[in-house]
């Protein structure tokens, strides 16, 4: 499975900006997927994450009711809404996937074998 993040970029504080991740492979309707971030001087943290099915969802407390994970099987993507940015969401965002976790496990980082090469977000006046 290659993943592929794309969308980052340069917003102001309040400002919207929509993350993409193009997988390859047959099996991405199979796949939990997730987004993941890493701000310079920081640990990788979860940001969001998607049940392969696309019913049920996870967010870091962080992000939630400010961010909005989807995915479209079909396009064999996965999305990152993200609204009301704020200066602490600048970091480099990763999507990444895995076979069915349990549910327990869809916020753990451990729990995902493959990762995209990050696209990087700065929220910056």
């Known amino acids: 499975v290659q993943l592929q993040a794309s969308g980052g970029g340069l917003v102001q504080p309040g400002d919207s900006l929509r993350l993409s991740c193009a997988a390859s492979?047959?099996?991405?309707?199979?796949?939990?997927m997730a987004w993941f971030r890493q701000a310079p001087g920081k640990e990788r943290e979860f940001v969001a994450a998607i049940r392969y099915s696309g019913g049920t969802t996870r967010y870091a407390d962080s992000v939630k009711g400010r961010f909005t994970i989807s995915r479209d099987n079909a396009k064999l993507t996965v999305y990152l809404q993200m609204n009301s940015l704020k200066p602490d969401d600048t970091a480099i965002y990763y999507c990444?996937?895995?076979?069915?976790?349990?549910?327990?496990?869809?916020?753990?980082?451990?729990?995902?074998?493959?990762w995209g090469q990050g696209t990087l977000v700065t929220v910056s006046s």
């Open positions: 990444a996937t895995t076979p069915r976790v349990a549910l327990s496990a869809l916020t753990l980082l451990p729990s995902y074998d493959y």
């Open positions: 492979g047959r099996t991405f309707r199979d796949y939990d």
